[in-house]
């Protein structure tokens, strides 16, 4: 580890000024380690339901059910990392090395108390988050396996996200990729061993993957922190750096709090979205959750280049450079909208087969390769969206994509999915349908917003 982390990477990273210089080449020189970093976390969950999926339909769509009640309670640590972006890329871009560290202090406290309190609260109510579901008794009864571990570990997860995405906003997205790399390996070859009970190891299901995930995080804490104690990174820790900060505290919180409205009511979506697949049987669960994970995973490059692009906005702008800020949202753009598009003709064309990778129920594939090639069709936007949305908010400016967010889902994709599925021939596909006309509505909402440029003169 020690070696692979003293590479040349890392050192251009360290002291990398990315105000200065090609646009291009800091955007992927930035951006390609995080996109490796998210790839490698979505291949992660991937395998996980390949593995869960060998115990039939019930555990996969267990599975979906609490990766909804995960993504829900994360929230908290995007926001958190949407404000770390915005005020620790000012500071670094702006040369106030002092105050960046102790922001990252501040964030650390922060998300060791909601850490804690996930813990304590959601292994007491478990069984009623699952309830309100209204999903079959055996997707219950998976669901709860997975989710006691999974809250019990829930402090690891918070260091290890808190690690990676923190030491990605200094500017240096290198060593979180090989963070990643490390604990994803962990985690891809513990996961089959604990699922499928291989030697002297008991078959534990979706139990086994859970164990496997927290295993994973607790690798991932221990090495956030030593990267950012040992001045393996572009800050180095100490331990007056946890000190309460009230100022540094509230400009991370007031600019994270549009952000965790955004993400909260978008998360909660997919909740109310699930609630109006459930009446259609188990399978269409199952198929909606693969959809949900193979989705993911093509629109992880999104991730990173929003990520890169958030980090570049907002040293550009803490180096008083707007029309740097501008060049890297479009270039960002413009090669995220080549990769998707690519992959919807693959999709188009293989959508039978991906889904037939993790089960191979006629239905369940029939179901979800037409979910597929309907999520294709955002491709064309989504893209943009990322780009233009990760501008905003590396500037800071976290209001304006928490109107818009409302406004994509409650607006038009929830109603929509209620009208396409009940009231015309799509049935539950009118679902799918529902949530593209959401992101194309946003894409109009974002590239407005975006050409007025209020978000270049906000301050934080």
């Known amino acids: 580890m020690a070696d692979a982390l003293s590479t040349p990477h890392t050192a251009i990273s360290r002291r990398q000024d990315w105000t200065q210089g090609p646009i291009l080449h800091n955007l992927v020189l930035l951006s390609w380690p995080a996109i490796v970093m998210e790839a490698l976390y979505m291949v992660s969950q991937v395998m996980d339901m390949v593995w869960v999926g060998r115990s039939g339909s019930a555990a996969i769509a267990a599975l979906g059910i609490c990766s909804l009640v995960t993504l829900m309670l994360s929230t908290v640590d995007m926001a958190l990392v949407g404000g770390a972006r915005a005020v620790i890329a000012r500071f670094m871009g702006a040369g106030e090395i002092e105050n960046a560290r102790r922001a990252v202090g501040q964030i650390y ?8 309190f996930v813990t304590v609260v959601g292994s007491l109510l478990v069984g009623w988050v699952i309830g309100i579901f209204g999903v ?58 604990f699922v499928l009970g291989i030697g002297i190891l008991p078959q534990l299901g979706i139990a086994g993957a859970a164990i496997a995930n927290v295993t994973a995080q607790v690798i991932g804490g221990m090495v956030g922190f030593w990267l950012l104690f040992s001045g393996r990174t572009r800050l180095k820790l100490s331990l007056r750096d946890f000190r309460f900060v009230p100022n540094i505290t509230w400009r991370v919180i007031k600019i994270g709090f549009p952000s965790l409205i955004s993400m909260l009511q978008a998360n909660f979506s997919q909740f109310v979205l699930t609630w109006i697949v459930v009446p259609f049987g188990t399978v269409a669960v199952a198929a909606n959750s693969l959809a949900n994970n193979i989705n993911s995973f093509v629109i992880t490059p999104n991730l990173g280049m929003g ?43 293989f959508a039978e087969r991906i889904i037939g990778f993790f089960d191979n129920d006629p239905a369940l594939i029939a179901t979800g390769a037409t979910f597929l090639r309907i999520v294709t069709a955002s491709y064309l936007v989504i893209g943009v969206n990322y780009a233009l949305s990760s501008c905003i908010n590396g500037a800071g400016d976290t209001l ?11 607006v038009l994709q929830i109603p929509f999915a209620y009208l396409l599925s009940h009231f015309t021939g799509l049935g539950v596909y009118g679902v799918r349908w529902a ?22 003169r906000k301050r934080v």
């Open 435 to 456: 949530v593209v006309i959401g992101i194309l509505g946003g894409s109009i909402a974002y590239f407005t917003y975006f050409r007025l440029g209020r978000w270049k």
């Open 400 to 410: 304006p994509n928490m109107l818009v967010n409302i406004g994509m889902i409650w």
């Open 136 to 193: 079959e008794n055996a997707v219950v009864q998976e669901a709860i396996k997975y989710l006691r571990i999974v809250f019990a570990g829930w402090l690891s997860m918070e260091m290890h996200v808190m690690g990676l995405y923190l030491v990605q906003s200094t500017g240096d997205s290198f060593n979180p990729m090989v963070t990643q790399i490390s604990v994803r390996a962990v985690h891809i070859i513990v996961c089959p061993l």
């Open 109 to 116: 406290l922060i998300a060791a108390t909601w850490g804690t």
């Open 307 to 349: 990520g890169a692009v958030g980090v570049l906005v907002g040293q550009n702008l803490g180096a008083k450079k707007p029309e740097r800020a501008i060049k890297s949202t479009w270039l960002g753009a413009a090669i995220l909208e080549g990769f998707l598009i690519s992959c919807s003709i693959l999709i188009l064309v």
